[in-house]
């Protein structure tokens, strides 16, 4: 017990609430009074008294009146004196609840004071209790998780609304009854072998599929926990029942996150490699076919062929690199509705052509897009408007592909506004989001299937009709525009797709920014240091260079090239060409010393794979492979800045 009991005395001999004190002060808090009334005042004013000891003979009231009344006021232990005359009294009082105990008078002074202690503890443990029943209380009614209490004998004896709901009935109605006679017989195979655990074990967890409406599933883990024997060996437990289908998600979502970040990483580790490749077999086809004006046609046919596979290697590598990390994103302002009002007759171009494949003869789909918004309140969206409208065909095509019998894709917007933690949200931040939506007519798709449709290379069409890139590009663009893709299939009742987009949130004024002028025409006759540490990719690019009339120093490093342009005239080279990923120095470390050397140089960096985050905001860059016609653009900008 912590700190004094206090003990209110109450007699209306002032002698025997000195007699009383003397006894008790060593022990307790005293308060006393020689009136019943004050006693019920001092009642109502303080909390804290722990036993009151009254006389029952007094002139304005007797004590067990006195007490009756103070039970309403206070949960006070309560001890009555009295003497034989008032024992019908007594009895009545006790009977009634009104006292706990009570002494004689004389009274023995030990045994009255152990008397008063005694009812003291009773008093500290019952608000104990109290206190406990409250704390109970409010766990069952605000656990979000559901909760429930049995006897030995397996019989709930407290639950809570959200472990009632999951038996589909309210809580008054599983009292006294056992889980395997509320719970869905399909779950008691799993009942049975969880209760056989706990019975060996004293504890057992254990995460169960739960079928939910239209043939979902749901998560849910079921804890449960012998609590021990209580006085009589009776042995009681709780059950704990959670939701966890969003932690299931999310849990997914992570595991997908971090697939593609692992491949991501293992693009980019051979994406630098590859794109040299290309750009040298890219660069020595241009400048032979430029070169060869006696080239046969058999022989000019052959460099052609040559060159289209080359082009569609260089796009395979990038659109491996933009499932992960896109590259190349032009984040502006994006009507969502114009775009797709202006996007109706190529996708049903592009979906007409797909059935047509092959010469095959595939009942039509048609192309429906909602006027959702007619007036003009779903916002702009904040995204690159190509990679949306390659993202929107894609899907499509998919789409169509999806029915073979025909039927309708139907497209539509609408603004999503989300609010922190709700659990639907997954990871997206909270704020307003335009929602556009695909949606078929399709077969669907089973769970395994939905759960790998962003693994890049996975795809369920034939050998030759797909590279499994398409969603996985989709997936990484609007994730990298701070968005989010949603699928909804199931086998036979189609596919809806949902691109979560954020809404642009620049002034309007941003809107109406004319576009930057084309590349100003440059000079001919410049003066370029082309740096690279592949010698067929320098030998390339030069010849690009020098085909468009210009003078090329090259350097196969950032050390050469710092001591080439050391020993030229002051405001040499006019350009350097600069690869970003070079050992020893990298290209960022190098356009920083020549910055130092010769101010204001201009810098064109090249790069078959590199995240712009290493280079100055204002840096131009050219990604490889390129053509010259690309190259000569660049140049211009670069010179024109």
């Given at each position: 017990m912590s700190g004094r009991p206090v003990v209110l005395l109450v007699d209306d001999e002032p002698e025997i609430l000195v007699a009383l004190s003397d006894l008790l002060e060593d022990g307790f808090t005293i308060l006393s009074t020689t009136s019943p009334v004050e006693a019920l005042e001092i009642l109502a004013r303080r909390r804290?008294?722990?036993?009151?000891?009254?006389?029952?003979?007094?002139?304005?009231?007797?004590?067990?009146?006195?007490?009756?009344r103070a039970r309403g006021m206070s949960d006070a232990q309560a001890i009555l004196l009295t003497g034989y005359a008032d024992i019908g009294a007594v009895a009545a009082a006790l009977n009634q609840g009104r006292i706990s105990f009570y002494s004689h008078k004389p009274w023995d002074g030990d045994a009255l004071r152990a008397m008063v202690l005694q009812a003291a503890h009773r008093h500290m443990l019952e608000g104990e209790l109290q206190t406990e029943r409250m704390l109970l209380r409010g766990l069952l009614a605000n656990l979000r998780a559901g909760l429930a209490f049995k006897d030995p004998e397996g019989r709930f004896i407290r639950i809570n609304g959200n472990a009632a709901a999951f038996y589909g009935r309210d809580e008054a109605d599983c009292l006294g009854r056992r889980e395997e006679d509320l719970c869905d017989p399909a779950l008691l195979?799993?009942?049975?072998?969880?209760?056989?655990?706990?019975?060996?074990?004293?504890?057992?967890?254990?995460?169960?599929?739960?079928?939910?409406?239209?043939?979902?599933?749901?998560?849910?883990?079921?804890?449960?926990?012998?609590?021990?024997?209580?006085?009589?060996?009776?042995?009681?437990?709780?059950?704990?029942?959670?939701?966890?289908?969003?932690?299931?998600?999310m849990e997914a979502r992570l595991r997908q996150a971090e697939k593609m970040q692992a491949l991501g990483t293992m693009a980019g580790g051979i994406a630098h490699d590859f794109n040299n490749l290309l750009t040298a077999v890219m660069g020595s086809l241009e400048l032979a076919v430029d070169m060869g004006d006696g080239l046969d046609e058999r022989t000019t046919h052959l460099l052609g062929n040559a060159m289209g596979a080359a082009r569609r290697g260089a796009d395979l590598t990038r659109r491996l690199l933009n499932f992960s990390r896109p590259r190349d994103l032009s984040l502006n302002p994006v009507d969502v509705n114009a775009l797709l009002l202006g996007m109706r007759d190529l996708l049903v171009q592009g979906v007409t052509a797909r059935r047509r494949e092959g010469g095959a003869s595939r009942p039509p789909v048609e192309i429906v897009i909602a006027e959702v918004d007619p007036a003009g309140e779903v916002p702009m969206v904040r995204t690159d408007a190509g990679q949306l409208e390659l993202a929107l065909l894609n899907l499509c095509l998919n789409a169509s592909?999806?029915?073979?019998?025909?039927?309708?894709?139907?497209?539509?917007?609408?603004?999503?506004?989300?609010?922190?933690?709700?659990?639907?949200?997954?990871?997206?931040?909270?704020?307003?989001?335009?929602?556009?939506?695909?949606?078929?007519?399709?077969?669907?798709m089973a769970p395994e299937t939905l759960a790998r449709i962003f693994e890049p290379f996975f795809t369920t069409k034939d050998v030759g009709r797909g590279t499994g890139l398409g969603l996985s590009m989709i997936y990484g663009f609007v994730r990298h525009a701070g968005g989010d893709v949603r699928v909804a299939s199931a086998p036979g009742e189609g596919t809806r797709v949902d691109l979560y987009l954020p809404v642009h949130r620049c002034p309007a004024a941003d809107f109406d920014r004319p576009e930057a002028a084309g590349p100003p025409p440059v000079r001919r006759g410049l003066r370029v240091m082309v740096v690279d540490d592949e010698d067929t990719v320098r030998t390339v690019t030069a010849g690009f260079l020098r085909g468009m009339g210009h003078e090329t120093i090259e350097a196969d490093g950032g050390e050469e090239a710092l001591a080439r342009i050391a020993a030229l005239a002051p405001g040499q080279p006019d350009l350097v060409v600069l690869d970003v990923m070079m050992p020893k120095m990298g290209g960022e470390?190098?356009?920083?010393?020549?910055?130092?050397?010769?101010?204001?140089t201009r810098i064109l960096f090249l790069t078959g794979y590199a995240d712009n985050a290493v280079l100055p905001e204002d840096a131009l860059v050219l990604r490889k492979p390129f053509t010259q016609a690309e190259l000569s653009g660049h140049v211009a900008r670069a010179m024109g800045a």
């Open positions: 804290d008294v722990d036993v009151i000891v009254s006389d029952q003979r007094m002139p304005e009231m007797g004590g067990d009146v006195m007490l009756a195979p799993a009942l049975r072998a969880a209760e056989g655990r706990l019975d060996a074990e004293g504890r057992d967890e254990e995460v169960i599929p739960v079928p939910g409406p239209g043939g979902s599933v749901a998560w849910r883990e079921f804890t449960r926990v012998r609590l021990g024997l209580n006085a009589r060996g009776e042995a009681y437990s709780v059950l704990i029942n959670r939701d966890i289908t969003r932690q299931r998600e592909d999806a029915m073979p019998d025909g039927g309708m894709i139907g497209l539509s917007t609408r603004v999503a506004r989300l609010e922190a933690p709700a659990a639907e949200d997954g990871d997206l931040p909270q704020g307003e989001y335009v929602v556009v939506s695909v949606a078929d007519q399709g077969t669907g470390e190098v356009a920083r010393r020549i910055g130092a050397l010769r101010p204001g």
